[in-house]
């Protein structure tokens, strides 16, 4: 079965959980709560790659995450940065696994610490940059631009010296893309299991889903099940989620049908 990501957001401003677990106590029992429901890692970010959001400095980045990754010793954790001081001070405190949206772009330093530390790495495609991405993103053929560009960012991670099996990829669902590019993504995913390496993928409450029915990001739990579902029967391997213990039921039942 898939693996189930868990969003632990430690920040003021993400787009659908903002502000709710920006004290690390709260963002500690959150990721206990998601583990409970069944998550196999969690995702712990402190800046907000929403559309439009602004950066985050490196001094409030560690403060937001590090106690909070302290705080779930012992699980398996992924620390959603571009910082290489970031990754490299929670790689320390026990994450396994740099998720990093840039793909190994935003920070000369990221990828060379990846392969020193020998963590897990996501490369997640992303078209310009938070604050600017959702201003009019066009593409030739989606699919093809965000294969060819992963299949770049796994040369230029082996060529750093990460190892092949470390090397997850993500299509960066609404980074960069309109409803209907996300569409295509989902639609044609198996395509990017050709590369080789796991497929991780974010759909949860994003707005393509309310693209389609108008709903906020927090009525999301209907759309964010169906493309998880779907996403895993493409072939994902890692599914990024906020609500586990829905997914995780539904990813349950899909298996029992599909086997
Ligand atoms: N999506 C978000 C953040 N990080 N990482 C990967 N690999 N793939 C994704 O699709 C992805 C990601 C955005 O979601 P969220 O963390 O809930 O929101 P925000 O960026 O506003 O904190």
Redesign the pocket.
Known sequence: MAKLMG?V?V?PD???DGGLYLDPAAAVAHGQELLAAGADLLDV?GE???PG?QPVGEAEELRRVLPVIEGLAGAAISV?TSKAAVAAAATAAGATIV?D?TALRGDPGMAPLCAEREVTV?L?HMLGEPRTMQENPVYADVVGEVRSFLGERIEFALSAGIAAERIWV?P???FGKTAEHNLELLRRLAELGELGHPV???T?RKSFIGSLDGSDARERLGGTIASTVLAAAAGAEVL?V?DVAEVRQALTLADAVLG
């Open positions: 969003v957001n920040t993400s787009f659908s970010g907000s790659t929403r959001a959603d998720n949206v996501v997640m993500d960066g669902i609404g991780v993928i974010g949860s990024r906020h």
